[in-house]
Protein backbone atom coordinates (compact mmCIF):
# COMPACT_ATOMS: atom_id res chain seq x y z
CA UNK A 1 0.00 0.00 0.00
CA UNK A 2 1.41 3.45 -1.15
CA UNK A 3 0.34 6.76 0.02
CA UNK A 4 2.11 9.83 -1.68
CA UNK A 5 2.42 12.73 -0.62
CA UNK A 6 4.51 16.08 -1.54
CA UNK A 7 6.66 19.10 -0.13
CA UNK A 8 7.58 22.47 -1.45
CA UNK A 9 10.59 24.18 0.31
CA UNK A 10 10.05 27.86 -0.97
CA UNK A 11 10.89 31.20 1.22
CA UNK A 12 7.85 33.19 3.16
CA UNK A 13 9.11 35.97 1.81
CA UNK A 14 10.66 37.39 -0.74
CA UNK A 15 11.23 40.70 -2.35
CA UNK A 16 9.52 42.30 -5.80
CA UNK A 17 12.28 42.10 -8.56
CA UNK A 18 13.72 39.09 -6.87
CA UNK A 19 14.79 35.63 -7.98
CA UNK A 20 13.44 32.15 -5.62
CA UNK A 21 14.56 28.54 -5.96
CA UNK A 22 12.17 26.03 -5.32
CA UNK A 23 11.97 22.58 -4.32
CA UNK A 24 9.68 19.76 -4.32
CA UNK A 25 10.40 15.93 -2.69
CA UNK A 26 7.77 13.24 -3.04
CA UNK A 27 6.85 11.18 0.20
CA UNK A 28 5.99 7.75 0.43
CA UNK A 29 4.37 6.59 3.55
CA UNK A 30 6.59 9.73 4.99
CA UNK A 31 9.47 7.94 3.79
CA UNK A 32 11.34 10.22 0.15
CA UNK A 33 9.82 7.49 -2.83
CA UNK A 34 12.06 5.42 -4.13
CA UNK A 35 13.30 5.98 -7.77
CA UNK A 36 11.33 5.49 -11.14
CA UNK A 37 9.86 7.69 -13.34
CA UNK A 38 8.06 10.82 -12.55
CA UNK A 39 6.97 13.87 -13.41
CA UNK A 40 6.71 17.43 -12.22
CA UNK A 41 4.40 20.00 -13.36
CA UNK A 42 4.65 23.47 -11.74
CA UNK A 43 2.56 26.27 -11.68
CA UNK A 44 1.81 29.73 -10.50
CA UNK A 45 -0.28 32.92 -9.48
CA UNK A 46 1.90 34.50 -12.09
CA UNK A 47 0.92 32.36 -15.08
CA UNK A 48 4.44 30.32 -15.50
CA UNK A 49 4.20 26.72 -16.34
CA UNK A 50 7.04 24.60 -16.33
CA UNK A 51 7.04 20.29 -17.35
CA UNK A 52 10.07 18.08 -15.54
CA UNK A 53 10.20 14.66 -15.95
CA UNK A 54 13.44 13.05 -13.64
CA UNK A 55 14.09 9.65 -12.16
CA UNK A 56 14.54 10.70 -9.12
CA UNK A 57 11.25 11.70 -6.79
CA UNK A 58 12.20 15.22 -6.27
CA UNK A 59 12.40 18.44 -8.30
CA UNK A 60 13.91 22.15 -8.20
CA UNK A 61 12.29 25.20 -10.29
CA UNK A 62 13.73 28.81 -10.49
CA UNK A 63 11.33 32.10 -10.87
CA UNK A 64 11.46 35.52 -10.63
CA UNK A 65 8.98 38.06 -9.18
CA UNK A 66 8.27 40.44 -11.54
CA UNK A 67 5.24 41.64 -9.70
CA UNK A 68 5.52 45.73 -9.04
CA UNK A 69 2.76 46.05 -6.39
CA UNK A 70 2.97 43.82 -2.80
CA UNK A 71 0.93 40.39 -3.40
CA UNK A 72 0.76 36.60 -2.67
CA UNK A 73 2.52 34.67 -4.83
CA UNK A 74 1.42 30.89 -5.30
CA UNK A 75 3.25 27.71 -6.59
CA UNK A 76 1.54 24.81 -7.31
CA UNK A 77 3.45 21.61 -8.41
CA UNK A 78 1.73 18.25 -9.56
CA UNK A 79 3.58 15.48 -9.40
CA UNK A 80 2.56 12.32 -11.78
CA UNK A 81 4.48 8.52 -12.25
CA UNK A 82 4.90 6.50 -15.07
CA UNK A 83 2.92 2.87 -14.60
CA UNK A 84 3.73 0.75 -18.08
CA UNK A 85 1.54 2.85 -20.70
CA UNK A 86 0.21 6.21 -18.75
CA UNK A 87 0.99 8.65 -16.27
CA UNK A 88 -1.29 8.56 -12.87
CA UNK A 89 -1.03 11.66 -10.59
CA UNK A 90 0.39 10.61 -7.23
CA UNK A 91 0.58 13.96 -5.31
CA UNK A 92 -0.55 17.61 -5.64
CA UNK A 93 0.88 20.43 -3.50
CA UNK A 94 1.02 24.17 -2.95
CA UNK A 95 3.38 27.01 -1.50
CA UNK A 96 2.52 30.77 -0.68
CA UNK A 97 4.95 33.44 -0.96
CA UNK A 98 4.22 36.91 0.22
CA UNK A 99 5.80 39.72 -2.30
CA UNK A 100 6.55 42.97 -0.63
CA UNK A 101 9.02 45.86 -1.33
CA UNK A 102 10.62 45.60 2.56
CA UNK A 103 13.13 43.37 3.51
CA UNK A 104 11.76 40.54 5.77
CA UNK A 105 13.30 38.73 8.52
CA UNK A 106 13.27 39.31 12.32
CA UNK A 107 15.09 40.97 15.12
CA UNK A 108 16.50 38.76 17.32
CA UNK A 109 18.26 39.36 20.82
CA UNK A 110 21.24 36.97 21.76
CA UNK A 111 23.45 36.30 24.78
CA UNK A 112 26.01 34.09 25.01
CA UNK A 113 25.85 32.73 21.79
CA UNK A 114 21.92 31.56 22.50
CA UNK A 115 18.85 33.22 21.00
CA UNK A 116 16.41 34.74 23.63
CA UNK A 117 13.15 32.51 22.95
CA UNK A 118 11.09 35.34 24.60
CA UNK A 119 11.52 39.07 25.65
CA UNK A 120 13.07 38.44 28.54
CA UNK A 121 17.19 39.10 28.81
CA UNK A 122 20.00 39.08 31.56
CA UNK A 123 21.13 42.04 33.21
CA UNK A 124 24.75 40.40 33.59
CA UNK A 125 25.30 39.51 30.09
CA UNK A 126 25.64 41.80 26.86
CA UNK A 127 23.07 41.27 24.24
CA UNK A 128 23.15 41.30 20.56
CA UNK A 129 20.56 42.93 18.82
CA UNK A 130 20.91 40.85 15.53
CA UNK A 131 18.66 41.46 12.72
CA UNK A 132 18.60 38.04 10.77
CA UNK A 133 17.15 38.37 6.73
CA UNK A 134 15.45 36.06 5.55
CA UNK A 135 17.79 33.93 2.96
CA UNK A 136 16.22 35.20 -0.69
CA UNK A 137 16.31 38.75 0.62
CA UNK A 138 20.04 38.88 2.25
CA UNK A 139 20.75 36.90 -1.34
CA UNK A 140 19.49 39.21 -3.42
CA UNK A 141 21.27 42.28 -1.39
CA UNK A 142 24.74 40.62 -1.86
CA UNK A 143 23.96 40.09 -5.39
CA UNK A 144 23.08 43.27 -6.33
CA UNK A 145 26.02 45.00 -4.37
CA UNK A 146 23.72 46.76 -1.80
CA UNK A 147 25.09 48.80 0.91
CA UNK A 148 23.30 48.72 4.48
CA UNK A 149 22.76 51.47 6.96
CA UNK A 150 20.77 50.71 10.06
CA UNK A 151 18.92 52.94 12.38
CA UNK A 152 18.74 52.04 15.82
CA UNK A 153 16.37 53.53 18.14
CA UNK A 154 15.77 52.50 21.95
CA UNK A 155 11.71 53.78 23.69
CA UNK A 156 11.50 56.08 20.73
CA UNK A 157 15.11 57.83 21.65
CA UNK A 158 17.11 57.85 18.13
CA UNK A 159 20.35 56.25 19.65
CA UNK A 160 22.79 56.46 15.95
CA UNK A 161 23.73 54.32 12.93
CA UNK A 162 25.46 51.55 12.05
CA UNK A 163 26.80 49.88 9.01
CA UNK A 164 25.89 46.01 9.83
CA UNK A 165 23.00 44.33 10.81
CA UNK A 166 23.81 43.84 14.79
CA UNK A 167 24.24 45.97 17.96
CA UNK A 168 24.97 45.10 21.46
CA UNK A 169 24.44 46.75 24.63
CA UNK A 170 23.81 45.44 28.43
CA UNK A 171 21.21 46.57 30.30
CA UNK A 172 22.32 46.24 34.32
CA UNK A 173 18.91 47.36 35.71
CA UNK A 174 16.27 44.97 36.24
CA UNK A 175 12.48 44.97 35.71
CA UNK A 176 12.94 47.66 33.10
CA UNK A 177 11.24 47.20 29.95
CA UNK A 178 12.72 48.79 26.36
CA UNK A 179 11.51 48.83 22.89
CA UNK A 180 14.22 48.64 20.31
CA UNK A 181 13.90 49.42 16.76
CA UNK A 182 15.96 49.43 13.97
CA UNK A 183 15.32 50.71 10.39
CA UNK A 184 17.38 49.07 7.40
CA UNK A 185 18.03 50.98 4.55
CA UNK A 186 19.67 49.41 1.44
CA UNK A 187 21.04 51.21 -0.38
CA UNK A 188 23.64 50.86 -3.97
CA UNK A 189 25.20 54.11 -3.31
CA UNK A 190 27.64 54.00 -0.35
CA UNK A 191 26.89 56.07 2.80
CA UNK A 192 28.08 59.45 3.66
CA UNK A 193 30.83 59.55 6.30
CA UNK A 194 30.61 62.68 8.88
CA UNK A 195 33.10 65.48 7.80
CA UNK A 196 32.80 68.24 10.61
CA UNK A 197 33.89 71.66 9.48
CA UNK A 198 37.12 73.51 11.35
CA UNK A 199 37.92 76.46 9.01
CA UNK A 200 35.29 80.02 9.99
CA UNK A 201 36.16 83.24 7.57
CA UNK A 202 34.40 86.23 9.24
CA UNK A 203 32.86 89.04 7.09
CA UNK A 204 32.71 92.49 8.56
CA UNK A 205 29.88 94.98 7.98
CA UNK A 206 30.41 98.75 8.35
CA UNK A 207 27.61 101.52 8.34
CA UNK A 208 28.12 105.36 7.94
CA UNK A 209 25.48 108.10 8.67
CA UNK A 210 25.86 111.48 7.63
CA UNK A 211 23.27 114.25 8.66
CA UNK A 212 22.86 117.38 7.17
CA UNK A 213 20.30 120.44 8.18
CA UNK A 214 18.48 119.83 4.56
CA UNK A 215 18.92 116.01 3.92
CA UNK A 216 19.71 113.01 5.16
CA UNK A 217 22.10 110.59 3.54
CA UNK A 218 22.85 107.33 4.85
CA UNK A 219 25.67 104.96 2.62
CA UNK A 220 26.57 101.04 3.90
CA UNK A 221 29.43 99.90 2.61
CA UNK A 222 30.19 96.32 2.80
CA UNK A 223 33.92 95.97 2.41
CA UNK A 224 35.83 92.25 1.87
CA UNK A 225 38.67 91.73 4.05
CA UNK A 226 42.07 91.36 3.03
CA UNK A 227 45.55 91.09 4.72
CA UNK A 228 47.57 94.52 3.45
CA UNK A 229 44.26 96.57 4.64
CA UNK A 230 43.47 97.84 8.31
CA UNK A 231 40.32 98.50 7.13
CA UNK A 232 39.29 95.20 7.21
CA UNK A 233 39.64 92.44 9.79
CA UNK A 234 39.61 88.71 8.44
CA UNK A 235 38.98 85.99 11.33
CA UNK A 236 40.55 82.37 10.42
CA UNK A 237 40.84 80.03 13.27
CA UNK A 238 41.31 76.59 13.16
CA UNK A 239 40.38 74.90 16.30
CA UNK A 240 41.21 71.62 17.91
CA UNK A 241 38.61 69.19 16.71
CA UNK A 242 36.25 67.67 19.37
CA UNK A 243 37.01 64.16 19.91
CA UNK A 244 34.72 61.46 18.11
CA UNK A 245 32.73 60.12 20.91
CA UNK A 246 32.12 64.07 21.63
CA UNK A 247 30.68 64.52 18.55
CA UNK A 248 28.63 61.90 18.16
CA UNK A 249 26.79 62.77 21.60
CA UNK A 250 26.15 66.42 20.63
CA UNK A 251 25.16 64.95 17.55
CA UNK A 252 22.83 62.30 19.40
CA UNK A 253 21.59 65.50 21.48
CA UNK A 254 20.26 67.52 18.70
CA UNK A 255 18.80 64.62 17.29
CA UNK A 256 16.89 63.27 20.06
CA UNK A 257 15.28 66.99 21.20
CA UNK A 258 14.75 67.07 17.75
CA UNK A 259 12.56 64.09 17.42
CA UNK A 260 11.46 64.78 21.51
CA UNK A 261 9.91 68.03 20.07
CA UNK A 262 12.63 69.75 23.10
CA UNK A 263 14.53 73.07 22.78
CA UNK A 264 18.20 71.33 23.47
CA UNK A 265 18.93 75.08 25.11
CA UNK A 266 16.23 74.54 27.79
CA UNK A 267 16.79 70.94 28.34
CA UNK A 268 20.33 71.65 28.85
CA UNK A 269 19.58 74.29 31.64
CA UNK A 270 17.05 72.24 33.26
CA UNK A 271 19.59 68.94 33.49
CA UNK A 272 21.89 71.23 34.73
CA UNK A 273 19.87 72.84 37.23
CA UNK A 274 18.60 69.72 38.67
CA UNK A 275 21.21 66.54 38.53
CA UNK A 276 24.09 68.66 37.39
CA UNK A 277 24.67 66.20 34.85
CA UNK A 278 24.61 67.55 31.15
CA UNK A 279 22.55 65.73 28.28
CA UNK A 280 22.19 62.13 30.09
CA UNK A 281 18.56 62.50 29.83
CA UNK A 282 18.59 63.37 26.35
CA UNK A 283 20.94 60.17 25.10
CA UNK A 284 20.37 57.47 27.58
CA UNK A 285 17.33 57.87 29.50
CA UNK A 286 17.33 54.60 31.24
CA UNK A 287 21.14 54.21 31.36
CA UNK A 288 22.09 51.60 28.91
CA UNK A 289 25.46 50.84 27.91
CA UNK A 290 25.93 50.40 24.09
CA UNK A 291 29.22 48.42 23.15
CA UNK A 292 28.61 48.92 19.56
CA UNK A 293 29.76 52.16 18.22
CA UNK A 294 26.89 54.00 16.51
CA UNK A 295 27.28 56.87 14.12
CA UNK A 296 25.58 60.10 14.37
CA UNK A 297 25.66 62.03 10.79
CA UNK A 298 25.70 65.88 11.47
CA UNK A 299 22.75 67.34 9.69
CA UNK A 300 21.13 64.33 9.22
CA UNK A 301 17.89 62.90 10.70
CA UNK A 302 17.09 59.10 9.91
CA UNK A 303 14.34 58.25 7.36
CA UNK A 304 11.82 57.31 10.09
CA UNK A 305 9.32 58.26 12.75
CA UNK A 306 8.90 56.49 15.42
CA UNK A 307 6.14 57.64 16.65
CA UNK A 308 3.92 56.84 13.76
CA UNK A 309 5.93 54.21 12.61
CA UNK A 310 6.01 56.05 8.81
CA UNK A 311 9.20 56.33 6.79
CA UNK A 312 10.12 59.61 5.99
CA UNK A 313 11.08 60.81 2.43
CA UNK A 314 11.15 56.94 1.02
CA UNK A 315 14.05 56.48 -1.92
CA UNK A 316 12.67 54.27 -4.42
CA UNK A 317 16.07 53.62 -5.06
CA UNK A 318 16.60 52.35 -1.83
CA UNK A 319 15.25 49.28 -0.04
CA UNK A 320 14.18 49.70 3.75
CA UNK A 321 12.73 47.10 6.29
CA UNK A 322 11.37 47.74 9.77
CA UNK A 323 12.24 45.45 12.84
CA UNK A 324 10.86 45.57 16.09
CA UNK A 325 11.90 44.03 19.66
CA UNK A 326 10.40 44.58 23.24
CA UNK A 327 13.02 43.74 25.99
CA UNK A 328 12.57 42.86 29.47
CA UNK A 329 15.62 42.84 31.90
CA UNK A 330 15.77 40.34 34.53
CA UNK A 331 18.40 39.35 36.79
CA UNK A 332 19.45 35.66 36.67
CA UNK A 333 19.77 33.61 39.13
CA UNK A 334 22.83 33.64 41.81
CA UNK A 335 23.98 33.02 45.32
CA UNK A 336 22.27 29.33 45.16
CA UNK A 337 22.77 27.72 48.51
CA UNK A 338 21.67 24.51 50.33
CA UNK A 339 22.39 24.45 54.31
CA UNK A 340 21.16 21.24 56.53
CA UNK A 341 23.04 17.88 57.70
CA UNK A 342 24.59 15.97 54.72
CA UNK A 343 25.49 13.19 57.26
CA UNK A 344 23.24 11.43 58.50
CA UNK A 345 22.15 7.81 60.66
CA UNK A 346 20.05 5.71 59.43
CA UNK A 347 17.21 6.69 61.19
CA UNK A 348 17.60 10.35 60.45
CA UNK A 349 15.47 12.09 57.79
CA UNK A 350 16.74 14.57 55.31
CA UNK A 351 16.07 18.14 55.94
CA UNK A 352 17.61 20.67 53.53
CA UNK A 353 16.99 24.40 53.00
CA UNK A 354 17.16 25.57 48.93
CA UNK A 355 17.89 29.40 48.56
CA UNK A 356 19.17 31.77 45.65
CA UNK A 357 18.46 35.31 44.01
CA UNK A 358 17.74 36.17 41.12
CA UNK A 359 14.32 37.80 39.70
CA UNK A 360 11.03 35.51 40.08
CA UNK A 361 9.37 33.39 39.52
CA UNK A 362 11.52 31.21 40.19
CA UNK A 363 11.02 26.29 39.32
CA UNK A 364 12.85 23.96 41.29
CA UNK A 365 13.21 20.54 39.88
CA UNK A 366 15.06 18.08 41.54
CA UNK A 367 16.89 14.32 40.88
CA UNK A 368 18.11 11.21 42.91
CA UNK A 369 21.27 9.54 41.50
CA UNK A 370 22.49 6.26 43.76
CA UNK A 371 25.90 7.69 45.19
CA UNK A 372 28.89 8.41 44.01
CA UNK A 373 27.39 10.63 41.24
CA UNK A 374 29.26 13.41 39.84
CA UNK A 375 27.10 15.38 37.38
CA UNK A 376 28.06 15.96 34.13
CA UNK A 377 25.86 19.15 33.25
CA UNK A 378 23.53 17.38 30.38
CA UNK A 379 20.99 15.87 32.96
CA UNK A 380 17.42 16.91 32.39
CA UNK A 381 14.56 16.96 35.15
CA UNK A 382 10.82 17.22 33.69
CA UNK A 383 8.64 18.13 36.68
CA UNK A 384 9.53 21.46 38.00
CA UNK A 385 7.78 22.93 40.90
CA UNK A 386 6.72 26.50 40.63
CA UNK A 387 7.70 29.08 43.42
CA UNK A 388 7.51 33.11 44.00
CA UNK A 389 9.97 32.99 46.42
CA UNK A 390 13.84 31.50 45.63
CA UNK A 391 13.20 29.14 48.95
CA UNK A 392 12.63 25.72 49.02
CA UNK A 393 12.37 23.05 52.09
CA UNK A 394 13.88 19.29 51.03
CA UNK A 395 12.28 16.44 53.01
CA UNK A 396 13.45 13.03 52.89
CA UNK A 397 14.45 9.86 54.33
CA UNK A 398 17.10 7.52 52.53
CA UNK A 399 18.09 4.04 53.57
CA UNK A 400 21.58 4.69 51.72
CA UNK A 401 23.86 7.27 50.36
CA UNK A 402 22.49 9.53 47.47
CA UNK A 403 23.42 12.23 45.29
CA UNK A 404 20.47 15.02 44.49
CA UNK A 405 20.71 17.76 41.83
CA UNK A 406 18.52 20.40 42.02
CA UNK A 407 17.60 22.44 39.05
CA UNK A 408 16.76 25.94 39.48
CA UNK A 409 15.26 28.35 36.49
CA UNK A 410 13.57 31.79 35.79
CA UNK A 411 13.19 33.52 32.70
CA UNK A 412 16.73 34.40 31.77
CA UNK A 413 18.74 31.63 33.51
CA UNK A 414 18.95 28.20 34.83
CA UNK A 415 21.78 26.82 37.79
CA UNK A 416 22.31 22.88 38.71
CA UNK A 417 23.31 22.65 42.39
CA UNK A 418 24.66 19.03 43.84
CA UNK A 419 24.50 17.75 47.24
CA UNK A 420 25.83 14.37 48.59
CA UNK A 421 24.17 12.84 51.17
CA UNK A 422 26.49 10.24 53.35
CA UNK A 423 24.77 7.49 55.64
CA UNK A 424 27.02 5.78 58.46
CA UNK A 425 26.72 3.78 61.35
CA UNK A 426 27.24 5.31 64.69
CA UNK A 427 29.37 3.13 67.27
CA UNK A 428 27.11 2.28 70.33
CA UNK A 429 28.42 3.85 73.67
CA UNK A 430 26.77 2.59 76.84
CA UNK A 431 25.75 5.59 78.72
CA UNK A 432 26.63 6.64 82.14
CA UNK A 433 23.01 6.30 83.60
CA UNK A 434 23.13 2.81 82.44
CA UNK A 435 25.69 1.77 84.68
CA UNK A 436 25.42 4.85 87.51
CA UNK A 437 21.64 3.26 88.07
CA UNK A 438 22.87 -0.35 89.02
CA UNK A 439 25.52 0.23 91.21
CA UNK A 440 23.56 3.46 93.00
CA UNK A 441 20.65 0.73 93.90
CA UNK A 442 22.73 -2.16 94.70
CA UNK A 443 24.84 0.12 97.38
CA UNK A 444 21.30 1.83 98.39
CA UNK A 445 20.12 -2.13 98.80
CA UNK A 446 22.82 -3.53 100.51
CA UNK A 447 23.11 -0.28 103.25
CA UNK A 448 19.52 -0.86 104.21
CA UNK A 449 20.06 -4.49 104.22
CA UNK A 450 22.60 -3.77 106.74
CA UNK A 451 21.28 -1.17 108.92
CA UNK A 452 17.77 -3.68 108.89
CA UNK A 453 20.56 -6.35 110.33
CA UNK A 454 22.04 -3.87 113.15
CA UNK A 455 18.44 -2.39 114.16
CA UNK A 456 16.80 -5.92 114.82
CA UNK A 457 20.15 -7.03 116.85
CA UNK A 458 20.33 -3.94 118.59
CA UNK A 459 16.38 -4.40 119.39
CA UNK A 460 16.51 -7.60 120.86
CA UNK A 461 19.33 -7.04 123.21
CA UNK A 462 17.35 -4.78 125.09
CA UNK A 463 14.98 -7.49 126.25
CA UNK A 464 16.30 -9.87 129.38
CA UNK A 465 14.53 -13.53 129.75
CA UNK A 466 13.66 -14.18 133.10
CA UNK A 467 12.46 -17.41 134.41
CA UNK A 468 10.72 -17.29 137.57
CA UNK A 469 10.58 -20.39 139.91
CA UNK A 470 7.14 -20.13 141.84
CA UNK A 471 7.36 -23.12 144.43
CA UNK A 472 3.79 -23.29 146.62
CA UNK A 473 4.44 -26.40 148.22
CA UNK A 474 6.84 -28.89 148.95
CA UNK A 475 7.45 -30.39 145.32
CA UNK A 476 11.16 -31.29 146.01
CA UNK A 477 10.33 -34.99 145.56
CA UNK A 478 7.34 -34.70 142.49
CA UNK A 479 8.70 -36.23 139.45
CA UNK A 480 7.68 -33.36 137.22
CA UNK A 481 7.25 -34.29 133.74
CA UNK A 482 7.54 -32.35 130.49
CA UNK A 483 4.09 -32.33 128.99
CA UNK A 484 3.57 -30.63 125.50
CA UNK A 485 0.89 -27.92 124.86
CA UNK A 486 -2.03 -30.60 123.56
CA UNK A 487 -1.13 -32.74 126.73
CA UNK A 488 -1.89 -29.61 128.69
CA UNK A 489 -4.58 -28.39 126.61
CA UNK A 490 -6.41 -31.79 127.21
CA UNK A 491 -5.41 -31.85 131.25
CA UNK A 492 -6.90 -28.57 131.85
CA UNK A 493 -10.40 -29.30 129.24
CA UNK A 494 -10.44 -32.66 131.87
CA UNK A 495 -10.44 -30.81 135.09
CA UNK A 496 -12.58 -27.78 134.10
CA UNK A 497 -15.53 -30.47 133.58
CA UNK A 498 -15.61 -33.62 135.70
CA UNK A 499 -17.11 -36.48 133.77
CA UNK A 500 -19.57 -38.99 135.14
CA UNK A 501 -18.48 -42.65 135.62
CA UNK A 502 -14.81 -43.48 135.28
CA UNK A 503 -12.48 -40.52 134.69
CA UNK A 504 -10.46 -40.22 131.83
CA UNK A 505 -6.87 -39.91 132.41
CA UNK A 506 -4.41 -38.86 130.47
CA UNK A 507 -1.77 -41.10 129.14
CA UNK A 508 0.88 -39.63 131.27
CA UNK A 509 2.38 -41.03 134.12
CA UNK A 510 1.66 -38.66 136.88
CA UNK A 511 -2.29 -39.86 135.68
CA UNK A 512 -1.72 -43.11 136.23
CA UNK A 513 -0.51 -42.81 139.10
CA UNK A 514 -3.08 -40.32 140.14
CA UNK A 515 -5.79 -43.64 140.03
CA UNK A 516 -4.54 -45.21 142.69
CA UNK A 517 -6.80 -44.34 146.62
CA UNK A 518 -4.68 -42.26 148.59
CA UNK A 519 -3.71 -43.56 151.57
CA UNK A 520 -4.85 -42.67 154.78
CA UNK A 521 -2.73 -40.36 156.90
CA UNK A 522 -1.07 -38.88 153.93
CA UNK A 523 -1.86 -35.90 152.37
CA UNK A 524 -1.64 -37.65 149.13
CA UNK A 525 0.47 -39.25 146.38
CA UNK A 526 2.75 -37.54 144.24
CA UNK A 527 0.40 -37.35 141.65
CA UNK A 528 -1.85 -35.72 143.68
CA UNK A 529 -0.07 -32.71 143.26
CA UNK A 530 -1.54 -29.90 141.35
CA UNK A 531 -1.30 -30.44 137.93
CA UNK A 532 -0.33 -26.57 137.48
CA UNK A 533 2.63 -27.07 139.33
CA UNK A 534 3.71 -30.06 137.29
CA UNK A 535 5.36 -27.92 134.89
CA UNK A 536 7.11 -24.56 135.18
CA UNK A 537 9.89 -25.67 138.00
CA UNK A 538 13.05 -25.64 136.22
CA UNK A 539 16.02 -25.85 138.89
Known sequence: VTCYSVHITAPDHALLGSSANVSAQLFDNGEPAAKGS???????????????????????????????????????????????????????????????????????????????????????????????????????????????????????????????????ATYPQAEQSYDVEALVVASLELPPEPTPSTTTTTTTTTTTTTTTSTTTTTTTTTTTPKPTTSTTTTSTTTPKPAPRAKRDLIQAMHTNAALLGLNLTNALKQQKASAGNVSVALVNPLGVRRLSKLNV?????????????????????????????????????????????????????????????????????????????????NETCEIYYRMVNCSY????????????????????????????????????????????????????????????????????????????????????????????FPQRLVDSIREAWSWPGRRRHSQSSADLMADDPPSPGFAGNVGDVDSNLRYNTFN
Request: proline content about 4%.
Open 38 to 168: YRFTWTDSAGHRQVMETSIASSNWSLTFAQEEPTTHVIKVEVEKFYSILWLTEAKGEKKIKLDSTLGGKLELIQKNVTRPHDFVSTQEAVNHSISLSASDLEFLRAKGYHIQTYWFQNCTYLGMSGDLDYI
Open 393 to 484: EYKRYFSESKTILFFIRNEVSQTLNQVTINMYEAQVQSQLSVVVVPVTCTLVAVILVVFGVAYYIQRGNRFTVEVADFNFGDTQSVDMEYKT
Open 297 to 377: LPGMEPPFDCVSKKFIAQDPKQIYGYFQHRIVTRDPISAVDTKGKNWLQHWEMLRLDVSCKGTPPFELCSKVFTAPYNSTG
